[in-house]
Each structure stands twice: as C-alpha cells, then as structure tokens.
C-alpha cells in the first residue's frame, strides 16, 4: 500500500532529528520519493497479468472506477486515492488530455477544510505569554532535552508581543493554534500554528535545532513572508505525519493565503496530487481566461523552448529535438539531471519542476510564433491538429523574474542586491554538492521575496564530480587567440580562470561581484 509506506518512513523523522542521523535524513527523503513509482510499477505489471487481454478494456474500466470510489468513500486521504487511482489507469491506458469516465475529475470549485481540530491544539493566555509559549513547546516532546526553555520561550514571547503591536497594533489575541505535527526537513524541525484575533490570522512558526547541547529554537517566524520562504517551492519536501492531509494544506492555506494548494500539498511531500491540483488550477484558469500561451520572455534555451501563459504565474519547458550548439547533452541525460533535482536537497535555490506527460490543450489558446517553434524545435514531443495541442512530455515551474532581464529593468539597488545574492546562491548550491555548470546569469530567476534561485539543470552535475583545474599557460601566441583549447579537456572538467566570462552584466554590478564574492 502506497500510503502506509510512505507514513512509515515518514514518521522515522522524529528519531532522525532525536538522533541527529542527518545522512538517514537524506536517505529516507530519497527512499519516500521513490516508493509511489515502485508500487505503481508492481500493480500495473500485476494488474497487466491477471487482466489479460482485457487491460485497455474500457467499460470494464468505467466498472472498476466504480467500484473503487465506492471502497475509498470514507478514507480520510480520498483525494490521494483518487489521484493514486488516475495515475494507474493512464498507464494502463496511455491516455492523452483526460478521459471523465475513467478518471477521477474535478475542475469546478472546491472547499479547503479550515484546519481545525483534530489536527490541532489550541492554547490561550492564562497567566503569561511567556507561559503559554513554554507550554507549546513542553507539548512537542522529543527524546531530547531543550537546552533553555524558558530562555527559549521568553525570547518567543518578545518576539511575538513586538510583532503583533507592530502587525495589529496591539498584542493582544484570541488563541494560538499549532499543528500537532511537526514538520521535518534536514537538521530542523518546524512547529507550525497561527495566532487568532477574532477573523484575523497571521502564522506563528518555530524552527528548532538539534545541537550538541540539546533542542534550541532557532528562530520565531511571524510574517506571512517569512513563512512563505519556509515552505518555498525551491525547499525540499517535509517529512509530515499528516492523518489528514486536506485538512494539514487547509491549515497552510490559511496563514499562506497566496501560497497555490498545489504547492502545500508538494510542500509536505505528496508532489504527485500537487500536479493534480496544478493541472486542475490551470484548467480552470483556462476556463475563466482568453489569453494565449506565448513564447516566455528572456534569451532563448539552447536545449529547452520554454512558453508561459501571461495571465498565469507558471512556465512550461519542452526539451528539444535537437539542442544548440555547443550543447552535446542528450534528451535522456537531460531528464536525469531533473531527476536529481527532484531526489536532491534544493537548499531554497533550486525550483522544484513538475513532469508531465500526455496533455492536451486547445490549439486557439496559442499564439502563432509559438506553434511555429513548436513545430520547429519540438516536432518529436508535440502534435498539432487543427483543434489540438497534444503535448507527450513536458516540465511546469514556478515563473521567475529572468535574472539578466531583472538586472535590466530594475533600479541599480535591486539589480545590487539581486547581483550578491547570485553569489550566494552559487555558493548554497556549492555547500549542497550542486555545481550548476552553466553560470549565465539568464539561468537564475529572481522570486517574489527577492531571492535568487536556479532553475536550468541541462549542464547541473554534483560538484564531486567536477575535476577543478588550473588554466594551462598558452605555449605560443597563437594559442592565446585561439577559439579553441590548445590541451586536453575532460567532459568534467572545470576552469575557475573562466568564470569572469559568465559575468556578463554591466561595470557597476560586475564591480558589486568582485567586492562580495572575490574571495
């Protein structure tokens, strides 16, 4: 059973963090990623046998669908199920666009449950704030001592009083409301609650730390954009026991109101109904817009073609047939660098791509440039009919801000800041074993909260893999005008003498690089 296995790694969390096991971390986040493709291919093998000759037989088809949502009525993870459930059919069918009759659907409006309890415990103030912020943490009972609670629990109280005077104007509130679960990511783990005033909610979040001298809480979170990065598209995904799972992105809902529920439900690991919920929001959207689809702004992908929808906050990326030159990747080793992304620690700055495979869209909600290059560059991925865009395989992110467009449009100071944190997020991507091998400034993005993220994975490798070398001196003149090297250059090979070349951006910011990052 996919679920039961998936909460049992999932719960091996809490003695990880106990233990401080951070490689076993590692370990168990790989392993849950890649239990729902493995017993997917056991029951589609097995289902393939004893059906027989009768596998791709659609009315018996519509009679197990049938019978299947009759058996998950009651679960409490229906939603999954339904989608587990889509997921076995289309192999079984190879189906293209959506089949209703075979397939759990629903593109119309729905409810998110409004997170209360069971899933939550409420607190108020009896005597002190910093009473009640001690109490939420007794609660959360590890096999590991606090270091300072109360330490821990004053500094929260200041914390929180300072910043609901400052968000509310008064420090006064209804109750706080923490999530029974703790959320679990690497070496930290986040209790997760809101504090209410009447209607109003703002997030109350608390990263704890494991260190040599017991639990600490590293920080307290109270802003919705605080938040947001803690569960940010480019993190890799929680280990959550979730009982409830709608009622967990319910919750997440509430306090990160322009968070897309498909990506709480990624967020806290089930990435497979998160696609579901994201293909269901752009249906909708496409239901309720007339825009069209359009080629994406910035420079051109040498192995990609990447086109968005202006009205929708999404981009979707194509491989191509044939990649530009000097790229001498090929398709399948493409797709396993996207792989390792998805099996890797994103350290907030790498964004987490979605894979898709046999959609269908309306060939009147493209623009004609873009079926043109789409018929150019990626004839083996995409058929276009006189009403249809069929589309065999492709990848959806998060739209960014292109880097070399930001630094372009952007005042010096944005273009400044964003500049130093292309630094720094090579150097995150570094410390996480991530060498991006391509450091053109058009393959980083910059979020909404200003954070610079990489999100073009073609030439990615792991940075134990790069052999760093010395640029040999030239031997003759001639050799120093040469286009090409004049020794023996490795497929991993790496000159760090070259790197000033990808910084390709004007004097003043170029000089902003040198003074953070030249060391």
């Known amino acids: 059973?996919?679920?039961?296995?998936?909460?049992?790694?999932?719960?091996?969390?809490?003695?990880?963090?106990?233990?401080?096991?951070?490689?076993?971390?590692?370990?168990?986040?790989?392993?849950?990623l890649e239990i729902r493709e493995q017993v997917l291919h056991r029951l589609v093998a097995g289902l393939r046998i004893m059906l027989?000759?009768?596998?791709?037989?659609?009315?018996?088809?519509?009679?197990?669908?049938?019978?299947?949502?009759?058996l998950i009525n009651q679960r409490r993870d229906v939603e999954l199920a339904e989608t587990f459930y889509n997921s076995v059919t289309r192999r079984m069918l190879t189906t293209v666009g959506v089949d209703q009759s075979l397939e759990f659907v629903w593109f119309g409006a729905t409810t998110i449950p409004t997170g209360n309890t069971p899933v939550l415990r409420i607190y108020s103030q009896v005597s002190t704030l910093d009473a009640m912020i001690e109490a939420i943490l007794r609660d959360y009972a590890f096999a590991?001592?606090?270091?300072?609670?109360?330490?821990?629990?004053?500094?929260?109280?200041?914390?929180?009083?300072?910043?609901?005077?400052?968000?509310?104007?008064?420090?006064?509130?209804?109750?706080?409301?923490?999530?029974?679960?703790?959320?679990?990511r690497n070496k930290g783990a986040y209790l997760v609650g809101r504090v209410r005033k009447r209607n109003r909610?703002?997030?109350?979040?608390?990263?704890?730390?494991?260190?040599?001298?017991?639990?600490?809480?590293?920080?307290a979170l109270f802003s919705e954009e605080e938040a947001s990065v803690v569960f940010s598209f480019t993190r890799s995904y929680f280990h959550v026991d979730a009982e409830i799972p709608g009622d967990l992105v319910g919750f997440l809902k509430s306090i990160l109101p322009l968070k897309p529920v498909a990506?709480?439900?990624?967020?806290?690991?089930?990435?497979?109904?998160?696609?579901?919920?994201?293909?269901?929001?752009?249906?909708?959207?496409?239901?309720?817009?007339?825009?069209?689809?359009?080629?994406?702004?910035?420079?051109?992908?040498?192995?990609?073609?990447?086109?968005?929808?202006?009205?929708?906050?999404?981009?979707?990326?194509?491989?191509?047939?044939?990649?530009?030159?000097?790229?001498?990747?090929t398709r399948a080793q493409v797709m396993d660098r996207y792989r390792l992304v998805f099996k890797h620690d994103r350290v907030g700055r790498m964004v987490d791509a979605q894979e898709f495979e046999g959609l269908s869209f309306s060939r009147d909600r493209f623009q004609p440039d873009l079926l043109a290059e789409l018929q150019e560059v990626a004839a083996n991925t995409v058929t276009i009919t006189d009403d249809e865009v069929i589309i065999k395989h492709l990848y959806t992110e998060r739209r960014l801000y292109p880097l070399d467009?930001?630094?372009?449009?952007?005042?010096?100071?944005?273009?400044?800041?964003?500049?130093?944190?292309?630094?720094?997020?090579?150097?995150?991507?570094?410390?996480?074993?991530?060498?991006?091998?391509?450091?053109?400034?058009?393959?980083?993005?910059?979020?909404?909260?200003?954070?610079?993220?990489?999100?073009?994975y073609?030439?990615?490798?792991?940075?134990?893999?790069?052999?760093?070398?010395?640029?040999?001196?030239?031997?003759?003149?001639?050799?120093?005008?040469?286009?090409?090297?004049?020794?023996?250059?490795?497929?991993?090979?790496?000159?760090?003498?070259?790197?000033?070349?990808?910084?390709?951006?004007?004097?003043?910011?170029?000089?902003v690089m040198e003074e953070h990052h030249s060391r």
Not at 4 to 31: G, H, I, L, M
Not at 52 to 70: C, F, M, P, Q
């Open 52 to 70: 027989d000759g009768y596998a791709d037989n659609h009315g018996l088809w519509v009679g197990i669908k049938e019978a299947y949502a009759r």
């Open 405 to 456: 467009l930001f630094i372009k449009e952007m005042s010096f100071e944005k273009s400044k800041a964003a500049i130093v944190d292309y630094g720094n997020a090579i150097a995150d991507l570094a410390a996480a074993n991530i060498f991006p091998g391509d450091l053109f400034i058009k393959n980083f993005g910059v979020t909404r909260h200003g954070r610079v993220v990489f999100y073009d």
């Open 201 to 219: 909610v703002i997030p109350i979040i608390l990263p704890l730390l494991n260190t040599d001298a017991g639990i600490v809480v590293d920080a």
């Open 263 to 329: 990506e709480l439900y990624i967020a806290i690991g089930y990435n497979k109904h998160g696609k579901t919920e994201r293909y269901r929001a752009l249906y909708r959207h496409l239901d309720n817009s007339n825009d069209k689809f359009e080629i994406a702004r910035g420079a051109k992908g040498m192995v990609m073609t990447v086109f968005t929808l202006p009205s929708y906050d999404m981009v979707f990326k194509i491989i191509k047939d044939r990649f530009a030159y000097p790229k001498t990747s």
């Open 458 to 511: 073609d030439e990615l490798c792991l940075l134990t893999e790069c052999n760093f070398r010395v640029m040999p001196a030239a031997r003759t003149y001639e050799d120093e005008l040469s286009d090409q090297p004049w020794f023996a250059v490795a497929e991993n090979d790496i000159f760090p003498e070259e790197f000033r070349r990808f910084l390709w951006f004007p004097a003043p910011l170029r000089k």
């Open 144 to 184: 590991v001592p606090y270091r300072d609670l109360e330490g821990d629990a004053s500094r929260v109280a200041r914390v929180m009083e300072g910043y609901l005077c400052c968000f509310w104007d008064t420090s006064d509130f209804d109750a706080v409301e923490m999530l029974r679960s703790v959320f679990y």
């Open 1 to 32: 059973d996919y679920h039961s296995e998936f909460k049992a790694v999932t719960r091996r969390a809490q003695e990880r963090f106990e233990r401080r096991e951070w490689s076993k971390w590692q370990d168990d986040a790989v392993e849950r």
